[in-house]
């Protein structure tokens, strides 16, 4: 299988994601809005690694989104470093603390798994809204410099949406190799039976505990990149509902589906602009949304759509065997 | 030469011996059977050989080494592969993929070089998927290679989860009960694949209840009873043991040997 | 100092009770069915705010409370005919989401009858300080307390003595050999989110009128109300009592003798070491898998 064709949708995604600007060039949506789906899409795609593929639970990955805002923010404000060895320190960081956490928690299964990541993140907020020295309290720390490469300011929205074009379609692409390897395949054979991944030699509990780390790292990467979009961060960025957002974006998507992360991503924070129209009821309507696709869709709404196009397909035409992504 | 040993093996769970005093040793090339009656200690067994559980007594040496203390991925790295009794497949994967893990543990590359996919990565990964190919191919399954796994039936499943452990290149391979739920193709169809991986020179210490199976194809057959020996020797010998007839092979001595 | 700590013990307590309930409402129907609810919380917000809602419109003090925990209950029974029951089956994660999405949903009602406001309750039997030794309490920390212990002695007699709490305990062992027994497994568990909304209820008209209470009110309780639960081990209820009580104290004296900021971060400390230490909580028994 040549690499063009393993990689057929992610040239798509390029492609339209190139495309975009170009056609809708001064368009709020595309700009604006297109940065914070290039976030999400990260973060999704990230936590997909570890709660489809490896089959794992994680509620609270919004701490180490969070981590990494609040590392760029503290050494860039307080201490006037420049961006980049900023963001490496909070990589560092954030790879020592889920390494730590990594190997008692991910005992753990199901219920006690959720519970234990939803504690740890709740642990982390609270955190960042107490150690008001450190971190500003629940005001925040503004006044976060830009980001620059290599004399180029990102300074403009269509320069951030490019940055984060980037960034996103590079995580969309590492998640894309991981999945078609062997170390790709170990996770999978956790999800799918860890008894039996360890008698062929997998050794379960480094694997889960790596795919924790390396999805926390680009969480943390996201986080720094975005507190120097925003220039202000503040706690409430990086809460318990948060952490259950991206949790819906890649459940919504499809589980253990690079794609479905990318599309739950884009449904997750369209939909609230969408549902603003319905100002009072827009949570309701949002609980409601997600009750009935776990109900009635539960394998999520992207593999859904992808499972009922194929089937029409065959239908019209009875081709070749469907494969995975 | 025995490949694997096993000396005053126990192991008990509350005040329960499952297994007590139990001590073997399979030759280098051999094809071995355990059989008993249900409850006899044959997956506590197998449990103990493959790291799942730790035994409460004795010593297991493979190859000479001792595996005590080893993790069940630890295990399997020495050379031992195992089947199981409830079908352990990733159905999250295709056929060829559950095969290509199986050969985890002859590859290198790590996550993060997978991530940036690198040449290495490539090459290993071309090496990775013919192995599988070869293995799906000797269990008569490469046709079946790029199906969903949770589209095929059962007995297929049962073969694809041989294939799996045979491509991780095992001297040793422990299946357990591989003929439950099989018909009589089906089963006849395992009989020739237990013979040919005897014949590629890969040891196998099987755990089964049909008979006819056990008889066609062990060079020496152990028979558990309460979780201790009770009878080991050729399968003329087992059939005619009047202690093993007593416990538990009854009518079934009917079965022909060869 | 002694009678500092005193102090926060009566705090503790109360707070405690209603994690105690909370809990207990997790503990039933994970007993049950399995499912973790995470919208447990909401049941203790849609009590206290019905409660408000139904004295505003003039609606006698005892009725109102009544009325409340009736409302409460029927929304208990209509999250699992609606959204459990037809996901029978669904992977952890699923139904994660969906019980999620449920607390979203009652979270999003209640903002939209009843907006943002903090309502509070009128107490029970007036505002009149009691003096315990040195420490002050007030009439409805009592409530609370008693009425919690009436409570969690009534749904131990109901699962130790009567019929249908063992068939329900039938269900939480093995579904289908409850079916085979001719127990009717939808009813029972219908029966048991109706408690669990019961329970949720009376919490929170019980502690509305020293906490207040308002849309959201019920996120944070659901949390703690979980890690009641895990504390005394999610199997037993007794136990998620035992876990709510104890975390109530430990939050109590932490907030008064180390930090009141960090008073939930400690509360789930706790919860997070109790999982890495002894995931099968103070009370639960070790679960083993069969391989």
Redesign the interface.
């Known amino acids: 299988m040549n690499a063009l064709h393993r990689l057929r949708g992610f040239l798509a995604l390029a492609v339209v994601v190139a495309l975009l600007p170009v056609l809708f060039p001064d368009n709020y949506f595309v700009t604006v809005v297109g940065v914070t789906i290039g976030f999400n899409v990260m973060l999704a795609v990230a936590l997909n690694l570890f709660?489809g593929f490896a089959?794992q639970?994680s509620?609270g990955h919004a701490a180490f989104f969070g981590m990494g805002a609040y590392a760029s923010a503290i050494l860039t404000t307080r201490y006037g470093w420049s961006p980049w060895p900023a963001m490496g320190v909070g990589l560092v960081i954030v790879y020592v603390v889920a390494l730590l956490i990594s190997r008692?928690?991910l005992?753990?299964k199901?219920?006690?798994l959720?519970?234990?990541t939803?504690?740890?993140g709740?642990?982390v907020n609270?955190?960042m809204?107490?150690a008001v020295d450190w971190t500003g309290g629940p005001d925040g720390m503004s006044g976060i410099p830009g980001l620059e490469l290599f004399g180029w300011a990102v300074d403009s929205d269509l320069r951030w949406y490019a940055v984060m074009a980037v960034v996103m379609l590079a995580t969309v692409l590492?998640s894309l190799?991981?999945i078609?390897?062997?170390?790709?395949?170990?996770l999978?054979?956790v999800?799918?039976?860890e008894?039996?991944?360890?008698?062929?030699?997998?050794?379960?509990a480094r694997v889960k505990s790596?795919?924790f780390v390396?999805s926390a790292c680009l969480a943390s990467l996201a986080g720094s990149l975005f507190a120097h979009q925003q220039n202000f961060i503040s706690p409430v960025s990086f809460n318990?509902f948060f952490s259950?957002e991206v949790?819906?974006m890649v459940?919504l998507g499809g589980?253990?589906s690079t794609y479905g992360a990318v599309f739950g991503a884009i449904v997750l924070t369209l939909l609230p602009q969408v549902l603003v129209v319905f100002e009072?009821?827009?949570?309701?309507?949002?609980?409601?949304?997600?009750?009935s696709i776990?109900?009635?869709l539960?394998q999520g709404l992207f593999v859904g759509l992808v499972r009922g196009s194929t089937g029409l397909l065959r239908r019209l035409r009875p081709a070749a065997?469907a494969?995975?992504d | 030469m025995a490949l694997l040993e096993v000396r005053e093996l126990g192991k008990a769970f509350g005040g329960v011996a499952a297994i007590a005093d139990l001590s073997f040793a399979v030759p280098e090339g051999s094809i071995y059977a355990v059989i008993g009656p249900n409850g006899a200690g044959k997956t506590t067994l197998f449990n103990m050989l493959s790291g799942v559980y730790v035994p409460s007594d004795g010593a297991i040496e493979f190859d000479g080494t001792s595996l005590a203390g080893l993790e069940p991925h630890q295990v399997a790295t020495r050379g031992i592969s195992r089947t199981f009794q409830n079908l352990q497949i990733f159905f999250n994967m295709s056929v060829l993929e559950n095969v290509m893990v199986g050969c985890h543990q002859r590859a290198r590359s790590g996550l993060y070089r997978a991530a940036l996919r690198l040449p290495g990565v490539v090459r290993e990964e071309q090496q990775i998927r013919a192995w599988a190919i070869e293995a799906l191919e000797f269990c008569g399954l490469a046709h079946l290679a790029e199906r969903p796994a949770d589209a095929l039936p059962y007995g297929e499943l049962k073969r694809v989860e041989i294939a799996r452990a045979l491509a991780a290149d095992p001297r040793l391979l422990l299946m357990d009960e591989p003929a439950a739920g099989l018909n009589d193709t089906e089963t006849a169809e395992l009989r020739e694949l237990v013979r040919r991986i005897g014949a590629r020179g890969v040891t196998v210490l099987l755990v089964e209840h049909n008979m006819g199976l056990v008889m066609q194809v062990s060079d020496t057959v152990l028979v558990l009873d309460y979780g201790s020996k009770l009878a080991e020797g050729t399968t003329t010998e087992i059939q005619n043991d009047p202690r093993v007839i007593a416990a538990y092979l009854g009518g079934e001595v009917q079965y022909a040997v060869q | 100092m002694l009678d500092q700590i005193l102090q926060f013990l009566i705090t503790g307590v109360t707070v405690g009770s209603t994690y105690a309930l909370v809990g207990l409402g997790f503990a039933i129907i994970y007993n049950a069915s399995g499912v973790v609810n995470f919208a447990q919380g909401e049941f203790v917000m849609i009590g206290a705010m019905s409660a408000v809602w139904l004295l505003a419109v003039g609606m006698p003090f005892p009725l109102a409370l009544l009325g409340a925990v009736a409302i409460t209950t029927c929304v208990g029974l209509a999250l699992n005919k609606f959204a459990i029951e037809p996901a029978r089956g669904a992977t952890v994660i699923t139904t994660i989401i969906i019980t999620i999405g449920a607390a979203i949903f009652l979270r999003g009602a209640a903002l939209l009858l009843w907006g943002k406001d903090i309502f509070a309750l009128p107490h029970f039997s007036g505002e009149e300080t009691l003096y315990f030794g040195s420490a002050t309490l007030l009439p409805q920390n009592l409530w609370v307390m008693g009425v919690t212990a009436v409570l969690v002695i009534a749904v131990r007699w109901f699962f130790d003595r009567t019929l249908m709490g063992k068939a329900i305990l039938a269900c939480a062992c093995n579904k289908d050999a409850a079916r085979l027994m001719g127990i009717n497994v939808g009813l029972m568990l219908l029966v048991s989110y109706g408690m669990s909304a019961f329970l949720g209820a009376v919490a929170g008209i019980l502690v509305a009128p020293i906490a207040f209470t308002s849309y959201d009110a019920g996120i944070m309780l659901g949390l703690k109300g979980f890690s009641a639960a895990i504390l005394g081990g999610m199997g037993s209820s007794m136990g998620a009592v035992a876990g709510g009580l104890l975390l109530g104290i430990l939050e109590s004296l932490g907030a008064g003798l180390i930090s009141s900021g960090y008073k939930d971060a400690m509360a789930f400390t706790v919860v997070l070491l109790v999982l890495i230490l002894r995931p099968s909580g103070l009370f639960g028994r070790k679960a083993a898998d069969r391989v």
Do not use: C, W
């Open positions: 709660i089959g639970i509620l008692p928690i005992k753990l199901g219920h006690y959720a519970m234990a939803l504690g740890f709740i642990i609270i955190i809204v107490e590492l190799n991981i078609d390897s062997r170390a790709g395949r170990a999978r054979a999800h799918g039976s008894v039996a991944a360890q008698t062929l030699g997998v050794d379960t790596q795919v390396l318990f259950i949790v819906t459940v589980l253990a009072d009821y827009e949570v309701l309507i949002l609980g409601a949304i997600l009750m776990m109900i009635f539960p065997v494969t995975g």
